[in-house]
T-cell receptor, first 118, second 112 residues
Framework: DADVTQTPRNRITKTGKRIMLECSQT?????MYWYRQDPGLGLQLIYY???????NKGEISDGYSVSRQAQAKFSLSLESAIPNQTALYFC?????????????????FGPGTRLTVT | RKEVEQDPGPFNVPEGATVAFNCTYS??????FFWYRQDCRKEPKLLMS???SGNEDGRFTAQLNRASQYISLLIRDSKLSDSATYLC?????????????FGTGTRLTIIP
């Protein structure tokens, strides 16, 4: 079974609709992240969370919100979807450990959610 | 200037050949460097870390040049399964700052 799962895997929605993307992990990691990927732009960080009580904005948080319901669950919401939010969305996790250990920099990604806003 | 820049390619390389690509980064204080691999429509996965002294993992060799602010990836004896997009990744300047900055990727296709 996958360690990081995302639902739905594909979604088509209309402009103005609210949509939630969900992420669950069984790796026991404290840190979770949401990215979007657009062709030619690379991965951009939307929000990240270092534990259940800690939520931080990333580079492109406008138009998005998140909820960390538990250590294992981190949801991303688009309050009112617009077409330029059409993208591939990835959830990722990483472990907390000795800050000088490189292992903490490895991020484990979910399979992605392909979102189309029409 | 982008924080992390890569040649998008595509690099079309015959099987068995050696291929290398570079990535430049703008923040001279960046601490850690990585190569991730991403297959078409799949999630990125860590390929290897890049250490100051250079490091090898099988057919893959990574180098870091802090003075010129670039990292490189060399693939020897390339296989069809090496076809993928290779993402250069750089962390922030502070330990504990886990913001990873991703390059846009270099697409590699190995030709039979």
């Amino acid at each position: 079974d996958a360690d990081v799962t995302q639902t739905p895997r594909n979604r088509i929605t209309k402009t103005g609709k609210r949509i939630m993307l969900e992420c669950s992990q069984t790796k026991g990691h404290d840190r979770m992240y949401w990215y979007r990927q657009d062709p030619g732009l690379g991965l951009q960080l939307i929000y990240y969370s270092f534990d259940v009580k800690d939520i931080n904005k990333g580079e492109i948080s406008d138009g998005y919100s998140v909820s960390r319901q538990a250590q294992a669950k981190f949801s991303l919401s688009l309050e009112s979807a617009i077409p330029n939010q059409t993208a591939l969305y990835f959830c990722a996790t990483s472990d907390f450990g000795d800050l000088r250990e490189r292992a903490i920099w490895e991020q484990y990604f979910g399979p992605g959610t392909r979102l189309t806003v029409t | 200037r982008k924080e992390v820049e890569q040649d998008p390619g595509p690099f079309n390389v015959p099987e068995g050949a050696t291929v290398a690509f570079n990535c430049t980064y703008s923040n001279s204080a960046s601490q850690s460097f990585f190569w991730y691999r991403q297959d078409c429509r799949k999630e990125p996965k860590l390929l290897m870390s890049v250490y100051s002294s250079g490091n090898e993992d099988g057919r893959f060799t990574a180098q870091l040049n802090r003075a010129s602010q670039y990292i490189s990836l060399l693939i020897r004896d390339s296989k069809l399964s090496d076809s993928a997009t290779y993402l250069c990744v750089v962390t922030g300047s502070n330990f504990g700052n886990e913001k990873l900055t991703f390059g846009t990727g270099t697409r590699l296709t190995i030709i039979p």
